[in-house]
């Protein structure tokens, strides 16, 4: 197993342009991880290219979903590759990338559909999530990919055939194979983070399935960890608001003349953010009113001059952050949860129920059985992508022989 030391991993979605990193958590972080998207190696890349082009010359008529999965997992890569060219200036310096080997193969589906059938909370806390669908879609043309060297003479059309046969055994894989990447990415012994809140609930719900629940649960209710959580919400809340995401290259090259001229002034705001919330800890944190008074005066003794240097903005400005600040009551609810050490992965979020083929089904499930060939627009879409395969083979190859490997 690759090991990632010092720096923080983001799961469970990949790089792209609606999930750019904030440049507080660069600042603040010593480094970010992304994982690639799955599949991202050279040999199924070409494996689901010549797919495509043995059903499209063939003329194979397949499941409506197949089609649509397609395109969805080459444009994945595309995003993926044109944001880390957004973030170049910080590559190798505060972000990196890890390529992830785990156990996707039939015995896994099965394994995973067993405990998705048998818990429909799982689903239920999936039908939260603000899902892009095309992780799903990688996953399960990833899955198509592994079981096609499980054995020899494999009949990969026919399979493809077997697991979408109809619109809820579909589904049933469908879901189950991402739960599969998430059991693994909750089971890993590295630090984590999430950028999409929504997420949350579901990932607290599946650690039951994890070996590492107890000790996720304990780093919850420790003292460490508190102060850990106020010091980086505070951080976060107090820059977040100046600097912004870093989504295009003159923010990351800004960001990374920050980490080289500023390193300073970031860590002495990091230390202010730990010393309140020590102070924090200490009071009665059922007061919310004692909480928004103390952090006022904390903020003023110790935080106005560091964020007015890192920041270069006036005291003036600094002080009117300081009262809208105080005035967002989720964040003085995260202090106050905080400090109460009744933080759970499980209970942050809200709650919600769906039906398999009702809600999460209908946002995407072209519920029509009969096998067809690719409609005009993805057709048009897929020779488009065609065009563009050669040059990402390169790119491909180039980036996965010089990753961080989780195994």
């Known amino acids: 197993m690759g090991i990632i030391t010092n720096a923080i991993t983001y799961i469970p979605e990949h790089l792209n342009k609606n999930n750019m990193p904030w440049i507080s958590d660069i600042l603040y972080h010593p480094k970010l991880v992304y994982t690639y998207p799955t599949g991202f190696t050279p040999e199924e890349y070409k494996f689901v290219i010549e797919l495509f082009d043995q059903l499209t010359k063939r003329k194979i008529k397949m499941p409506p979903n197949f089609w649509r999965m397609l ?5 994945l890569t595309k995003e993926f590759i ?25 015995n896994k589906l099965e394994k995973t559909k067993e405990i998705f059938i048998n818990d429909d909370k799982i689903y239920k806390y999936l039908s939260q999530v603000k899902l892009d669908f095309r992780l799903l879609d990688r996953e399960f043309l990833s899955h198509i990919w592994h079981a096609s060297f499980e054995f020899e003479n494999f009949d990969k059309i ?73 010091k980086y919400r505070l951080f976060f809340e107090l820059t977040s608001p100046i600097f912004g995401i870093c989504n295009n290259i003159a923010k990351a090259i800004y960001t990374n003349e920050l980490i080289e ?18 102070e924090l800890m200490k009071i009665n944190y059922n007061n919310s009113g004692l909480i928004q008074a103390l952090l006022m005066h904390e903020l003023k003794k110790k935080v106005l001059n560091p964020l007015s240097d ?13 009262k809208s600040f105080l005035l967002d009551s989720s964040i003085i609810g995260t202090l106050v949860t905080a400090l109460n050490n ?15 083929l009702s809600s999460l089904g209908n946002t995407f499930l072209n519920t029509n059985d009969n096998y ?33 490997i989780i195994k």
Do not use: M
């Open 82 to 106: 044109d944001a880390s060219k957004t973030l170049s200036p910080l590559l190798n310096k505060k972000i990196s990338f890890a390529l992830l080997i785990y156990d996707r193969d039939i």
């Open 261 to 278: 001229n500023k390193i300073e002034e970031i860590d002495e705001l990091k230390n202010v953010c730990e010393s309140i919330s020590f």
């Open 372 to 404: 067809t060939l690719p409609s005009k627009f993805i057709s048009k879409q897929l020779k488009k992508i065609k065009l563009e395969q050669k040059d990402y083979i390169g790119i491909i190859e180039n980036i996965s022989s010089n990753s961080i």
């Open 158 to 230: 026919n399979y493809i055939k077997k697991i979408t046969a109809n619109s809820e055994e579909f589904l049933i894989n469908f879901y189950s194979l991402f739960i599969n990447k998430l059991l693994y990415l909750i089971s890993l012994p590295i630090d984590k983070a999430i950028q999409n809140n929504s997420w949350w609930p579901l990932l607290g719900y599946l650690e039951k399935y994890t070996i590492e629940n107890r000790q996720i649960q304990n780093n919850f209710e420790s003292n460490k960890f508190t102060v850990e959580h106020i």
């Open 342 to 356: 009744t933080i759970t992965l499980e209970t942050i979020g809200i709650t919600a129920s769906a039906g398999l």
């Open 71 to 75: 395109p969805n997992y080459f444009n």
């Open 310 to 322: 890192l920041t270069k903005q006036t005291k003036q400005k600094i002080e009117k952050l300081f």
